[in-house]
């Protein structure tokens, strides 16, 4: 992996997840890159599409998937010299997805201190299964700061929202 291309990756997916954080998401951004070539994009959009399965890296596999599809590619073969770039540590759900996919090698930001699957909360990434797909490398903390930050403006919004702010206003109303 060439330094100077993954920052330029990575710059492309922050762009990405910052376009999430102006629309009401989760910030995070991803590409998916094949040969130098982008084959697929995402960014989180679940609320947009009320499913909670529509994170950015599922988003961006279903668009390999059809980019693969349009060529007459072999998707195990384009996943398996595909290299995820992406704002924020996958969680356990896109890191199983990922390990299916027999993606080798993901280049993200921030750790996911939530929901996490390369070691915060679950190691799916490297973890010893037998039957779901192939470990994958991760190397995390490339642009790390900018990604975790967008993730803090997106929870401080969020916050009003928390029941636990309302309960906290019926109290003060005694
Ligand atoms: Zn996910």
């Known amino acids: 992996m060439e330094a100077a291309a993954a920052e330029r990756w990575m710059d492309r997916a922050l762009r990405m997840a910052k376009e999430a954080l102006e629309n009401g998401e989760v910030p995070v951004g991803c590409l998916m890159v094949y040969n130098n070539e982008i084959l697929g994009k995402g960014r989180n959009e679940v609320n947009e599409t009320k499913n909670a399965t529509r994170h950015a890296e599922m988003v961006a596999i279903d668009q390999v998937l059809d980019w693969c599809h349009q060529h007459n ?4 073969e384009v996943f398996a010299h595909t290299v995820l770039y992406v704002t924020v540590e996958p969680c356990i759900m896109c890191a199983a997805a ?24 679950l190691n799916i990434s490297s973890a010893n299964l037998t039957d779901p797909g192939e470990p994958f490398q991760c190397i995390a903390g490339y642009r790390a700061e900018e990604a975790v930050d967008m993730l803090k403006t997106f929870y401080r919004q969020e916050n009003p929202n928390a029941p636990k702010s309302k309960v906290r206003k019926k109290e003060c109303n005694k």
């Open 73 to 76: 590619k072999d998707p195990s």
């Open 98 to 121: 990922l390990r299916l996919m027999k993606i080798p090698l993901v280049v993200y930001g921030c750790q996911n201190e939530r929901f996490g699957g390369c070691g915060s909360v």
